[in-house]
């Protein structure tokens, strides 16, 4: 396979060149890193990443190839991602495809040949940037103004375009390593729950299966009323809010409906941008961290058993600590001391930040499936 080339501008004035592979075009959208040492096709394919460039610290990308079972969703959400050494040919017994025809497949960018160390502390010290890379278009000038006439992230309602667009039932639940495929859910619990799909993972609604409920997956233009009246009427027992992209701040439909949920005492657990949700929708708006978190190697501080969990975080956005005046805190980021928990005084609803259904531990945090499922 050849490289092509591709140029990038950042809107901090940094213009670069480097290789490309996978699909060919032009993309904007806002850069972090990661610092994850695998899974980055689950990367690439978590919704959340929607509207942005992943920067990989991890050197070495594509030796495991990619296929249709690490996928979080149905295509590639992520603009593209920027690694130092790309591996066109995989060695893994698992895998089906190559990453660069994966990309190309899903129209993603993939772009290699570049100093991403240099690229994450440009980050970590100054903040996600606005950023364009282009196969097509190699004048700084004609990029930099292409840029500035592109929306940024926090002005997109990503989840309009992440969001499955008709219910469904979710049927499958954890991977099973002795046969390598997904178990079948089974609802042996009695109990049914509603996630609202604002970007969800696979692996979160497999989790939620595997505790036994029965999931019903609805699209983010949900009916609150409808969902209301289902949780009165004994048809439903609870609510999910799951994890999805951009800022939650422009979310304002979306958090009016949560906060009906609130008022009418429905059962809810949330993760993510579902988190973030619950706090504005409880009149506790949302901050923009300085660089983010994202990861797999991410310790969280359980404050019930002082257990120090491994997880896997995607985040840019956070609650202030102005919460805790309606909310016990039940976990804490051990990098910066963020919120990373909340269980909401007098109320049946709490959520985190982290991601507990990534198992990076591996199964440290798994045990909040298994809360929610309780507390039905």
């Known amino acids: 396979m050849s490289l092509k080339p591709i140029w990038i501008y950042l809107e901090n004035g940094t213009y670069l060149e480097a290789k490309s592979f996978g699909y060919e075009g032009t993309k904007v959208g806002e850069i972090v890193f ?40 149905k295509t590639v959400h992520a603009s593209g991602m920027l690694v130092r050494n790309f591996n066109e040919v995989p060695s893994n017994f698992r895998s089906t495809d190559t990453l660069s025809s994966f990309l190309d497949k899903h129209e ?58 008709k219910g469904y039932t979710h049927t499958s639940a954890a991977w099973d390593d002795t046969k390598l495929e997904y178990k079948t859910a089974e609802a042996n619990s009695g109990k049914k729950i509603v996630a609202i799909d604002f970007g969800v993972k696979r692996n979160i609604l497999n989790e939620l299966s ?55 005492k429905v059962p809810m657990f949330a993760i993510c941008l579902g988190h973030q949700l619950l706090s504005i929708a409880h009149d506790h708006p949302t901050y923009k961290l300085k660089f983010g978190q994202h990861g797999g190697n991410h310790p969280v501080k359980n404050q019930d058993t002082s257990v120090v969990e491994i997880t896997a975080q995607n985040h840019n956005y956070n609650v202030p600590d102005s919460v805790c005046s309606i909310a016990k805190v039940t976990h804490i980021n051990l990098f910066d001391n963020t919120i990373e928990g909340l269980d909401y005084i007098g109320e049946p609803i709490f959520s985190v930040q982290h991601h507990p259904e990534a198992s990076p531990g591996p199964h440290e945090s798994k045990y909040i499936f298994e809360e929610f499922a309780k507390r039905l």
Do not use: W
């Open 34 to 73: 990661n610092t994850s040492m695998s899974g980055y096709q689950e990367i690439m394919s978590d919704p959340s990443y929607a509207g942005q460039f992943v920067v990989f610290t991890m050197p070495e990308i594509g030796i495991v190839g990619t296929n249709e079972d690490d996928m979080e969703s």
């Open 108 to 165: 993603g960018l993939g772009i290699c040949d570049i100093d991403t160390r240099y690229l994450t502390k440009m980050i970590r010290d100054g903040g996600p940037k606005m950023m364009i890379a282009s196969t097509e278009v190699s004048d700084k000038d004609e990029l930099k103004k292409i840029l500035e006439n592109t929306p940024r992230i926090e002005e997109i309602n990503y989840i309009e375009k992440v969001s499955t667009k």
């Open 210 to 264: 595997e505790v036994g409920l029965e999931v019903e997956v609805v699209p983010y233009s949900f009916d609150v009323d409808d969902l209301i009246k289902r949780y009165e009427a004994k048809d439903i027992h609870g609510v999910f809010l799951s994890n999805g992209p951009g800022d939650p701040l422009i979310l304002k439909d979306e958090a009016k409906k949560v906060k009906k949920l609130i008022e009418a």
